[in-house]
């Protein structure tokens, strides 16, 4: 994976690119992944703030606007998944977070999670990342990777309620 200064630069000029690559996050040498994750804290915390209907809107559209920045990013740069390209991270964290508990044990609690299901990527994951191409699979791997993490988190919501 490009990690010279020429490649940082040619990402952050490009408006495009520079979303692909989570405002630049996705330029860490290791694990680009999970610091487009980190990045997408911060705006988590702002999008948590919006009534459900507006939070879903806005993460319906991240979705299908990253579906285009994915794939013009990935033909740009000539490789299927960059791993520098985590519009997907962020999207599929956002998904995570949907409707979760407030305070910051669910926020770590919600990223470990996702993280766990996007490097594990169990079935259909592991299918959905190997058989979808283009700016779809990008994203729809990381959606359902971040479903998976949504329904574990609930359901930890809800096994810890049960037991107060």
């Known amino acids: 994976m490009p990690t010279s200064p020429e490649f940082a630069r040619t990402v952050l000029r490009n408006p495009v690119h520079l979303l692909a690559f989570g405002f630049g996050s996705g330029l860490a040498p290791k694990a680009p992944g999970t610091f487009g994750t980190l990045a997408a804290v911060p705006l988590y915390l702002l999008l948590a703030q919006l ?8 993460l319906v559209l991240a979705f299908a606007i990253g579906i285009w920045i994915c794939d013009k990013t990935a033909r740009d740069l000539g490789v299927h998944d960059h791993g ?3 519009w997907d991270e962020f999207v599929g964290f956002w998904l995570t977070m949907l409707v979760a ?12 999670l996702f993280r766990l299901f996007d490097i594990v990527k169990p079935f259909p994951i592991n299918w959905l ?5 283009g700016g779809l ?3 729809l791997d990381d959606a359902l990777a ?4 949504w329904l574990c988190l609930q359901l930890l919501y809800l096994a810890l309620a049960v037991h107060r």
């Open 137 to 139: 699979g990008i994203m």
């Open 84 to 86: 520098g390209i985590v």
């Open 146 to 149: 971040g479903s998976f993490a």
């Open 51 to 58: 009534p459900l209907p507006l939070y879903l809107l806005v």
């Open 129 to 133: 990342d190997r058989h979808i191409k």
């Open 101 to 112: 508990p407030p305070g910051w044990p669910w926020v770590v609690a919600g990223f470990v």
